[in-house]
């Protein structure tokens, strides 16, 4: 298997190639007292928080449950928090208005399209801080070991490859395989350090296999899916699941039951997994249509991600959108094998109330219930016109 994160590391960006991206984020994690992360709320952007709080063990957390879009709204919240390093993972856009609300050094690690923004110097904000007391001397002991900019952004499709969050996050703490894979066969990628995991725990995945089959057909799978339940129901019960995550040293103890802790992951995914069959059973009455469109109620339990990916799995041919009703719109997981969901997005918004972004075959948009169906109606004719359109016999997508 060729391995293009190595055949990349030669590659500059603004003079800086991803091995100096690494070390900048290593040293700004070593420096932080009080870190503060704010990830996505599905495996990857967990997982990436995990391996680097197991690593500095210092800092807190915000879980983003809403449109991964950041700005001045986000900044205002965050405003209650007292940190001295923002670290943003697996989060797609960011405004540069979020960027300007803080005075303290960032790391963006993503791999969602490259955004562009203005990325002062770090000295001026040092300069900016010198009047604060209770920062200054920080500064002074550690402003020579970090970047030059206020903000470290680590996104290998700068570099002209693409693995998730998690993956980076790996490659700087380079331990806690079990995580790593976890956050990235959620994110359906198989990555680079899958054989020192078989051998760690060759019970829980024996040999190499597309992501896809790892989710169905291992244990590991059964982790991944135990992980994004663990993110679900209220609030209370979520942020316990992640006190205990950030405490596990060993998936067995989660899936073998060996520990408290992991048997209370245990059950909160059992539990969780008879409502989410239940919505599979009713979602897959929909096979017969296309695109199949599974719409369930906001009372429910939110499983809109991981339904997606059971559909498509089961449905590989299918253009799936699953949707959940709340509070006057569909917050809705697209999936499809054969068309580029960012490129269908741009056609498909067209007449519509919402946002979305993600991936070349994911997406996550957020439409308002009334223009749905206009919504439903421009993916039903793109999918029409893709039938039609052939290039030397051979399927064609945008």
């Given at each position: 298997?060729i391995?293009k994160?190595?055949m990349q590391n030669?590659?500059?960006?603004?003079g800086i190639?991803i091995?100096?991206?690494?070390?900048q984020?290593?040293?700004?994690l070593l420096?932080?007292?009080r870190?503060l992360f704010?990830?996505d709320?599905?495996?990857?952007?967990l997982?990436a928080?995990l391996l680097?709080?197991k690593?500095?063990?210092?800092?807190?957390y915000?879980i983003?449950k809403?449109t991964?879009n950041?700005?001045?709204p986000?900044?205002?919240?965050l405003?209650?928090y007292s940190?001295?390093?923002?670290v943003?993972l697996?989060?797609?856009?960011i405004?540069q208005?979020?960027f300007?609300?803080?005075d303290v050094?960032?790391i963006?690690?993503d791999?969602?399209?490259p955004?562009e923004?203005?990325?002062?110097a770090?000295?001026?904000?040092r300069t900016?801080?010198e009047?604060n007391?209770s920062?200054?001397?920080e500064?002074?002991?550690?402003q020579?070991?970090?970047?030059?900019?206020k903000i470290?952004y680590?996104?290998p499709?700068?570099?002209?490859?693409?693995?998730?969050?998690?993956?980076?996050c790996?490659?700087?703490?380079?331990?806690?395989?079990?995580i790593?894979m976890?956050?990235?066969?959620g994110?359906?990628?198989?990555?680079?350090?899958?054989?020192?995991?078989i051998?760690?725990y060759p019970?829980?995945?024996s040999e190499?296999?597309a992501?896809?089959?790892?989710?169905?057909k291992?244990r590991?799978?059964?982790?991944?899916r135990?992980?994004?339940f663990n993110l679900?129901?209220?609030?209370r019960s979520?942020?316990?699941?992640?006190?205990?995550?950030?405490?596990?040293?060993?998936?067995?103890?989660?899936?073998?039951?060996?520990t408290?802790?992991?048997?209370?992951l245990y059950?909160?995914y059992?539990?969780?997994?008879k409502?989410?069959?239940?919505?599979?059973e009713?979602?897959?009455?929909?096979k017969?249509?296309e695109?199949?469109?599974f719409?369930?109620?906001?009372?429910q339990?939110s499983?809109t991600a991981?339904?997606?990916n059971e559909?498509?799995?089961?449905f590989?041919e299918?253009?799936?959108?699953v949707g959940?009703?709340?509070?006057?719109s569909?917050k809705?997981?697209?999936r499809?094998?054969?068309l580029?969901?960012?490129?269908?997005l741009?056609?498909?918004?067209a007449g519509?109330?919402?946002?979305g972004g993600?991936?070349?075959?994911a997406v996550?948009?957020?439409?308002?219930?009334?223009?749905f169906?206009?919504?439903?109606?421009?993916i039903k004719r793109?999918?029409e016109e893709k039938k039609?359109i052939t290039?030397?016999n051979k399927?064609f997508?945008f």
């Amino acid at each position: 298997m060729i391995n293009k994160e190595k055949m990349q590391n030669e590659i500059l960006v603004d003079g800086i190639s991803i091995e100096e991206k690494y070390k900048q984020v290593q040293e700004l994690l070593l420096t932080a007292k009080r870190p503060l992360f704010v990830f996505d709320d599905d495996t990857d952007g967990l997982s990436a928080f995990l391996l680097l709080y197991k690593k500095y063990r210092r800092g807190d957390y915000f879980i983003l449950k809403t449109t991964p879009n950041l700005g001045r709204p986000l900044a205002e919240k965050l405003q209650d928090y007292s940190f001295d390093l923002l670290v943003i993972l697996d989060i797609a856009i960011i405004q540069q208005e979020f960027f300007d609300s803080f005075d303290v050094p960032i790391i963006w690690i993503d791999h969602h399209s490259p955004c562009e923004f203005r990325n002062d110097a770090l000295e001026n904000l040092r300069t900016k801080r010198e009047g604060n007391e209770s920062i200054a001397g920080e500064l002074k002991n550690t402003q020579e070991q970090l970047p030059k900019n206020k903000i470290v952004y680590l996104n290998p499709r700068q570099f002209g490859y693409n693995i998730p969050t998690t993956a980076l996050c790996y490659n700087i703490v380079q331990e806690n395989e079990w995580i790593g894979m976890i956050g990235a066969i959620g994110d359906w990628h198989y990555p680079s350090f899958a054989e020192k995991f078989i051998k760690q725990y060759p019970l829980l995945l024996s040999e190499e296999m597309a992501p896809e089959e790892v989710m169905h057909k291992s244990r590991i799978g059964t982790l991944v899916r135990l992980i994004s339940f663990n993110l679900r129901g209220d609030s209370r019960s979520v942020r316990r699941s992640i006190q205990i995550l950030t405490k596990i040293n060993d998936p067995l103890e989660i899936l073998d039951g060996t520990t408290e802790e992991g048997r209370y992951l245990y059950d909160r995914y059992f539990e969780l997994n008879k409502e989410f069959e239940k919505l599979v059973e009713r979602a897959i009455k929909k096979k017969d249509e296309e695109p199949l469109i599974f719409l369930y109620e906001e009372s429910q339990t939110s499983f809109t991600a991981d339904l997606a990916n059971e559909l498509q799995y089961r449905f590989p041919e299918k253009f799936i959108i699953v949707g959940r009703s709340k509070s006057g719109s569909a917050k809705c997981s697209l999936r499809c094998s054969y068309l580029n969901l960012q490129e269908v997005l741009k056609t498909a918004m067209a007449g519509v109330s919402g946002t979305g972004g993600g991936h070349e075959f994911a997406v996550g948009v957020v439409i308002q219930d009334d223009t749905f169906p206009i919504f439903v109606e421009n993916i039903k004719r793109i999918i029409e016109e893709k039938k039609e359109i052939t290039i030397n016999n051979k399927e064609f997508a945008f």
